[in-house]
């Protein structure tokens, strides 16, 4: 990296190497421009690791679909809802598929920024059960396809955790005896604060400023014994023993096919359940191959090949019959009634609740020592120096000149 | 009339993408949700002094570390011969063509409490660190991913140091001492303060490695505004706020170090 | 004394080398290993390697990548050079004043570029419905962050160029440009070289601003991103073992030809 002016050698070849990579990679994009002519190409925004992509023995869905019907998925991911809702309104890309949770389809739809379908060009969305129809979230069902669902469970280490599943409630994320090997929800603030809130008996979906400030301050307690806020990464970290517990979206095909540590309890008492819908973004250019997406998503054969990659629930029928029964009837894969029944959703909550919500996360998040006036002293501290500096330096010159 | 056209399109470019986005950030920081003028974002900003603190006292840490570890480094491989100069230097420059994602994810496989070292301690019969999600992790996350940009700036300006002013001490009797912190190191300070400045102004605003390594216990300045863009908390006007006062923060700092650096000479990029 | 004090100069090398290329090996280490987590070593495979070239998702980002950091670092080298060229003949204010614009996006954070592209694009797309964010507004970010380095390394060669040669080709009759090309631009080329390399490299291993301007695009520094949510896959690791070795080889080629050639430039 250093004096490449002096190696001639080194020059030439560089330049060498540089032009013809550029030239092959025009050559190539041309190419690949003149043999698709106007190929359509959608852009998905999905969860990550929410889609079958090939990577286990399982069919890769986005490339079987380009294969069928020519279009081109252009796939990305995010983490959360509230980065999705980011992403979306502060980004100008536009999206054509996104798969929000239960209450983010509601602010959605509350923004108008979601489009209307039209069911009859999507002839495989019969195939969804009943019980998913008309959910609270779309009421008219007019903007959504589920796609999975589930409850959100506590996954622990065998090795590391002595309590029995069954006797698991979420106050064993507060015990400590687990200091330093308990994870928390990095996703959302709405994640992390429904469980304090379930954990005190509270509703996830209050709106009570007192009942927040509450759930805060059981994080805040929450907080030296947690080892680290997470996302998808909780699997491996439990599977391998970095951590012992953790709260996450019951998936399947972790349990059956993860680390053998890994083990999955359902909480005793209340715990959520969430709904990932599909919807077409009201920006999009491309509404009609969006709905040949959703569509070719609920294809049996495709959701089926699709769901045992994923992991979370289905909620076609037909679907559930094609999976392993130990998946299919095991209770805390597919929660039975008397789990459903002790099962909230949450709701889309106004904007001021999200924002006191908003804040409080961050704070937990943070360390807060009130050091406003400390932080103040130094800024101010540091543009003294600076004036100082400068005068001194506006003086030293003028002496200099009169010399 | 030539000249003028030659710099039209940088001028033309510079005013959209360089000064317009930057601008940007001044507007929307004085803005509400409602597009009103305000100043509550600026307040709110000092709710997160602790972050700012934390992020500063971190990346002066890390500076220091990488001045310690790199100053030494760059003067010994200076006094090697020209070709194994080289040789090292491209080295020393090579993981930064390796995306740091990557490199910081091999570190948690190393520091993990189950990682690498803590395997090989445990091998050796002694007792497991605990190094991943602290602090410390987060300083050491830095000092790797941006030791060689203080490396490099020190490097070139040692080795462009006249030999004659060391020969010439050296025949009127000062030891290697005496030469060292007379003559190298004083005449090394531009190095210095363009590592420095490297080092810290990407190290103050990092973000994702206190996720990585910190395990997003407690967040830096960087997290906080990547959560008001991109991240759960879609609130730009006070990510702008905060963006703003690091930019003043960072301005401040670097205005003051570069009043150490007496050197007139127009800045070229040391490095390369 | 000389052979303690060599002794330990080359132990301490040596330990800040093995600080810098210990990740590095793991990695490479990695690459090889036959199970997916990143933890547990359970055998030898080349498995990794081959599925990497049928990964259509990966080469697509390995593929915007190139295009953006050849465009990006192109176009940044042209108008740089120009503007470099542009700069060397200003008066002293505006002169300084470009300086200081052109310093802006060096000494401002990453971070700070980033967000204030992602808020200028949205605007533009908001009020005009252009610039869709994907691999235009990346080229566009990537030159912006790359043309001060260009320019930067232009200059100070500009700076030797003897213009009265130039004048004195123009006065026997040599035309302005081709008296341009074959005076000032054979001597500035180093330069315009340097930082074109410094361009591409730059924009190669950009992920801040790319992670704010990537919009529904992947690239690899993205999509290393989305996938250390869960766990990076092993193909990334034995992608980066072939870039890394490619480029150490060349750096190892240049630079034993460099030694074989140097006794022969000085007779």
């Known amino acids: 990296m250093v004096n490449f002016s002096k190696n001639k050698t080194f020059l030439a070849f560089c330049t060498l190497a540089f032009g013809l990579l550029f030239t092959f990679l025009l050559i190539k994009w041309q190419i690949d421009n003149k043999n698709e002519p106007k190929q359509v190409s959608i852009n998905v925004y999905n969860w990550g690791n929410h889609i079958s992509d090939g990577s286990s023995e399982h069919i890769n869905v986005n490339a079987e679909f380009e294969r069928r019907t020519g279009i081109k998925v252009n796939y990305s991911t995010y983490q959360d809802n ?274 006191l919500m908003n804040d409080l996360w961050l704070k937990t998040r943070i360390e807060n020592n009130n050091s406003s006036k400390k932080f103040i002293c130094i800024l101010l501290g540091l543009f003294l120096v600076y004036l100082g500096l400068s005068a001194s330096k506006i003086i030293k010159k003028r002496k200099g000149n009169y010399t | 009339m030539k000249k003028r056209i030659v710099l039209s399109p940088y001028l033309v470019w510079s005013t959209i993408f360089i000064i317009a986005p930057v601008s940007l950030i001044f507007i929307f920081a004085f803005r509400d949700i409602d597009g009103n003028f305000s100043l509550s974002n600026l307040k709110n900003v000092f709710m997160y002094s602790d972050v700012f603190l934390s992020s500063l006292s971190l990346s002066i840490m890390a500076t220091l570390a990488c001045l310690i570890i790199g100053y030494p480094t760059a003067y010994l491989i200076s006094r090697t011969n020209p070709k194994t100069q080289k040789l090292l230097i491209a080295l020393i420059a090579m993981p930064m063509w390796l995306n740091f994602l990557l490199k910081t994810y091999a570190w948690m496989t190393i520091l993990e409490d189950n990682g690498i070292i803590n395997n090989l301690l445990f091998y050796l019969g002694l007792q497991k660190l605990k190094i991943i999600n602290t602090q410390g992790a987060v300083v050491f996350g830095m000092v790797y991913n941006f030791i060689t940009y203080m490396i490099l700036p020190i490097y070139s300006v040692l080795i462009k140091t006249d030999k004659h002013i060391i020969e010439a001490a050296q025949d009127l009797g000062a030891n290697q001492n005496k030469i060292f912190f007379k003559i190298t190191l004083p005449l090394s300070i531009p190095g210095i303060i363009s590592g420095v400045s490297m080092v810290f102004v990407p190290s103050v605003s990092t973000f994702i490695l206190s996720r990585m390594l910190g395990g997003g216990t407690s967040l830096l300045i960087g997290d906080v505004i990547d959560i008001q863009f991109l991240g759960s908390v879609y609130n730009p006007w006070l990510g702008s706020a905060i963006s703003l006062i690091l930019m003043l923060l960072i301005f401040l700092c670097m205005a003051i170090i570069n009043f150490f650096d007496n050197s007139k000479a127009e800045k070229e990029i040391a490095a390369f | 004394m000389i052979t303690i004090k060599n002794t330990f100069s080359k132990i301490y090398i040596c330990i800040v080398f093995l600080f810098l290329y210990f990740p590095i090996g793991t990695l490479i280490a990695f690459s090889f290993n036959a199970s997916k987590s990143r933890a547990v070593w359970s055998g030898f495979t080349l498995h990794w390697y081959k599925t990497l070239f049928a990964d259509g998702e990966t080469l697509k980002a390995i593929q915007n990548t190139f295009i953006i950091a050849s465009t990006a670092s192109i176009l940044a080298t042209i108008i740089g050079t120009a503007a470099a060229i542009g700069i060397l003949k200003l008066t002293k204010w505006p002169r300084k004043i470009i300086m200081n614009i052109t310093n802006l996006p060096m000494v401002n954070p990453e971070i700070v570029t980033g967000i204030s592209f992602m808020l200028l694009f949205t605007i533009i797309q908001k009020s005009t419905g252009l610039l869709e964010q994907g691999i235009l507004t990346l ?129």
């Open chain 1, 82 to 355: 509230e980065s999705l809702y980011a992403k979306i309104m502060s980004s100008a890309t536009k999206y054509d598929v996104i798969i929000p949770s239960d209450y983010m389809v509601a602010k959605l739809i509350e923004k108008n920024m979601l489009r209307k379908m039209d069911f009859s060009k999507m002839p495989n969305t019969s195939t969804i059960d009943k019980e998913f129809l008309n959910p609270s979230y779309d009421p008219q069902n007019e903007y959504s396809v589920p796609y999975t669902w589930g409850v959100v469970g506590i996954f622990y280490n065998k090795s590391l955790v002595s309590e029995s599943p069954e006797e698991m409630d979420w106050d064993i994320l507060w015990n400590p005896k687990y200091k330093g090997r308990i994870m928390m929800f990095e996703n959302s603030p709405r994640d992390a604060f429904g469980i304090a809130l379930m954990k005190l008996g509270l509703s996830i979906n209050t709106i009570d400023p007192q009942d927040l400030k509450k759930a805060a301050a059981e994080m805040a307690r929450q907080k030296p014994l947690i080892k680290g806020y997470v996302t998808d990464q909780v699997f491996e970290k439990i599977g391998i023993g970095e951590a012992a517990l953790a709260p996450y979206y019951t998936d399947a095909y972790i349990v059956t096919s993860g680390s053998k540590d890994l083990g999955l309890a359902i909480p005793k008492g209340i715990t959520n359940k969430f709904v990932n819908a599909m919807c077409i973004c009201a920006n999009s250019d491309h509404p009609d191959e969006a709905q040949q997406y959703i569509n070719f998503i609920c294809d049996i054969e495709i959701a089926t090949e699709n769901i045992k990659h994923v992991g979370y629930c289905t909620p076609q029928q037909a679907v559930r019959e094609r999976l392993d029964p130990e998946i299919s009837q095991n209770k805390s894969l597919y929660p039975d009634k008397e789990i459903l029944s002790r099962s909230h959703t949450y709701e889309n909550l106004p904007d001021e609740t999200n924002a």
């Open chain 3, 139 to 267: 080229i566009i970010s990537h030159t912006t962050f790359c043309l001060p380095y260009v320019i930067l390394s232009v200059l100070p060669k500009l700076r030797q160029v003897n213009f009265s040669i130039y004048e004195a080709a123009l006065d026997l009759g040599c035309t302005p440009f081709r008296a341009f090309v074959k005076v000032v631009l054979r001597d500035i080329m180093p330069g315009i070289i340097t930082g074109a390399i410094m361009a591409f490299t730059l924009s190669i291993d950009d992920f801040v601003v790319s992670y704010f301007t990537s919009g529904a695009t992947q690239t690899l520094s993205i999509s290393i991103y989305s996938m250390s949510k869960r766990s990076i896959s092993p193909e990334i690791n034995a992608l980066s073992s072939i870039l890394f070795l490619l480029i150490l080889a060349l750096l190892l080629v240049v630079n034993f030809r460099k030694s074989e050639e140097a006794p022969k430039e000085i007779s």
